[in-house]
């Protein structure tokens, strides 16, 4: 057993020949929130996309939970991007709960029992085993975003991985949704999160990791104080002088 839950080593990509991400380094334990931030086009999403093995990187190592990321794909959970997701497809909450597990389910078949039970107990951690029957298109915005979270659980993954599960969230409903997260990291469950916001940023989690094409930095948000580390990570140049 490993508490490290994600190790990237020396991680490069190149999408239509361009190389968008070059000699990245992260780890994310046990238990551990990690925000990933970057200016537009920096690479967080990509490499997210790397890790879960949906697009071939180029060089370098990607290890979940001790093995390599190709063999422990049923280790990670995935929240996409809220406009993502299919809202307008006609099924309930639950029914899109257990949209998680469909890989897992042949083809035509009833999902088995086990997947119903998956899916309630992923809908009650996080609150919303009473709009269980809700059609997914006539919820609210964070009520979305707690789905697509329940979606991702269902897989009881060690390791979560949410790309801007914040935006378009209002101030209440941030701090719901950070209530979740955190209650998810006690459980012991590793969350690597990409955001523009900041704010939620530093509310929430253990560490930041400033991306823009590479790690620029990565530490505890208190120790992030100095602007400089920010300009460069956000390729501002000049900008201090
Ligand atoms: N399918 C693709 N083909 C070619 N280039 C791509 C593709 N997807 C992304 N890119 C490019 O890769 C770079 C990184 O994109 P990515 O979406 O990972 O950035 P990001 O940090 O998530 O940005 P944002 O904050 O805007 O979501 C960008 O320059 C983007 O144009």
């Known amino acids: ?5 994600l190790l990237v080593r020396g991680v490069a990509a190149r999408l239509a020949g361009r190389d968008v991400l070059t000699d990245v380094d992260l780890a994310v334990h046990a238990g551990e929130i990690v925000a990933l931030i970057g200016p537009n086009g920096a690479g967080k999403t990509t490499l997210l996309r790397v ?4 697009l071939d990187r180029h060089a370098g190592t ?12 049923g280790s ?5 991007q809220r406009h ?3 809202w307008d497809f006609p099924i309930t909450v639950e029914q899109a709960v257990r949209t998680g597990l469909a890989h897992r389910t042949r083809w035509l078949r009833r999902p088995p029992r086990e997947h119903t039970t998956a899916a309630r ?22 009520q979305r975003q707690r789905v697509l979270v329940a979606r991702a659980l269902v897989l009881q993954p060690a390791l979560l991985l949410l790309d801007e599960p914040f935006t378009g969230l209002d101030q209440p409903t941030q701090t719901v949704l950070t209530d979740l997260l955190r209650r998810l990291a006690g459980d012991g469950t ?23 094409r590479t790690v620029i930095a990565d530490a ?17 140049t000049g900008a201090a002088s």
């Not at 992923?122 to 006539?138: F, Q, S």
């Open 1 to 5: 057993m490993t508490d490290t839950a």
């Open 51 to 54: 890790i879960l093995g949906l």
């Open 62 to 73: 990607v290890t979940v939970a001790g093995q390599p990321a190709e063999r422990a794909r």
């Open 76 to 80: 990670i959970g995935y929240v996409p």
């Open 84 to 86: 993502e997701f299919a």
């Open 121 to 142: 107990a992923a809908l009650d951690r996080v609150g919303m085993t009473e709009l269980r029957h809700r059609p997914v298109g006539e919820l609210s915005g964070g």
């Open 190 to 212: 590793a969350l690597l999160v990409t955001t523009h916001d900041h704010t939620a940023a530093n509310r929430l989690c253990d560490r930041i990791c400033l991306l823009n």
């Open 220 to 236: 505890a948000p208190d120790e992030l104080r100095d602007p400089a580390v920010w300009l460069r990570a956000f390729g501002v």
